[in-house]
């Protein structure tokens, strides 16, 4: 199997099939929430496609620079940018889509979620803050030069900031929303991790056992670094949550108010002290 015969199977086919019911549902009156309306899903859609791109080239290409992972030169085009193949650049691009589109479908099935009574703003907080932790801590491991976990250390350190800023933002309106975030987030990183292991088995793609956990004896399933799970897990989290935001009403209006506050710091305040008039003897 070539990669791009693998991303036809995995990916294309699923966003067909997606795509077919998202069609049925729209013909029997099935519609997002009003709470869940803000955006044209597909422009979101669309933008996490190019947002992943945008962010994992130049992470992805020191991955392969570095022999993290490679792929077999046979089962590519031989298409490269940056050292990345064209296959792994269809693959930035497809999985945001699949996944936005299982996230819309479970929206449309799903009931709309109640407001919840939890104090938002110390979520934000203390998510935020023990992301930043998880940051500096695998940041560390990376710098103490520790072969196993090179690949984590680097996953954890590029997957965590866009986390952050999504938990800074609106993790209070992620809670609200937790139910269809689990639903899209769980099943499409054990789907996508079944077909990784799949095509570390047919040899399309190789984890460097000697920069991965596998060094030690770690595996899923015989053949999976848990490294590609936490890959795919955060990938899924940062597609399913960053679309769940920006649709969000909340975030909307959220959104406005932090607006407002920023231009009302950066607009110069006009000075009350008046010049007094010079005064004239007669």
């Known amino acids: 199997m070539t990669y791009f015969g693998f991303l036809?199977?995995?990916?294309?086919?699923?966003?067909?099939?997606?795509?077919?019911?998202?069609?049925?549902?729209a013909q029997q009156g099935?519609?997002?929430?009003?709470?869940?309306?803000?955006?044209a899903p597909w422009t979101l859609i669309i933008a996490h496609s190019i947002i992943a791109v945008l962010w994992t080239t130049p992470w992805d290409s020191y991955l392969i620079a570095t022999q993290v992972w490679w792929y077999k030169p046979e089962l590519v085009t031989g298409l490269t940018f940056l050292y990345i193949p064209i296959e792994e650049y269809t693959f930035f691009v497809l999985q945001p889509i699949?996944?936005?589109?299982?996230?819309?479908f479970v929206i449309r099935h799903s009931p709309v979620a109640e407001p919840s009574s939890i104090n938002g703003m110390q979520l934000r907080r203390w998510v935020t803050a023990s992301l930043a932790l998880i940051w500096l801590a695998f940041a560390a491991l990376l710098a103490s030069g520790w072969?196993?976990?090179?690949?984590?250390?680097?996953?954890?350190?590029?997957?965590i900031p866009p986390m952050m800023i999504q938990s800074a933002?609106?993790?209070d309106i992620l809670w609200r929303h937790r139910r269809v975030a689990l639903?899209?987030?769980?099943?499409?990183?054990?789907?996508?991790?079944?077909?990784d292991k799949l095509a570390i088995t047919n040899g399309?793609?190789?984890i460097n056992p000697g920069q991965s956990l596998q060094a030690i004896g770690i595996n899923l399933l015989?053949?999976?670094?848990?490294?590609?799970?936490?890959?795919f897990l955060f990938t899924n989290m940062l597609v399913t949550l960053g679309i769940t935001l920006v649709t969000s009403a909340e975030s909307k209006v959220r959104a406005e108010r932090w607006v407002e506050w920023a231009k009302s710091i950066l607009q110069p305040r006009r000075s009350l002290t008046r010049i007094p008039a010079k005064s004239t003897r007669q």
């Not at 099935?30 to 955006?39: D, F, G, I, Q, S």
């Open 147 to 159: 072969q196993p976990g090179t690949y984590l250390g680097l996953l954890m350190v590029w997957a």
């Open 222 to 231: 015989g053949r999976l670094p848990l490294e590609e799970l936490l890959f």
């Open 98 to 104: 699949l996944t936005g589109l299982w996230l819309l």
């Open 169 to 171: 933002f609106g993790a």
């Open 8 to 25: 036809g199977i995995f990916l294309v086919l699923p966003i067909l099939a997606l795509l077919v019911v998202a069609r049925r549902d």
């Open 30 to 39: 099935r519609k997002m929430p009003v709470a869940l309306t803000t955006w």
């Open 183 to 195: 639903m899209t987030i769980i099943p499409m990183t054990l789907y996508l991790a079944a077909a």
């Open 204 to 206: 399309i793609w190789t």
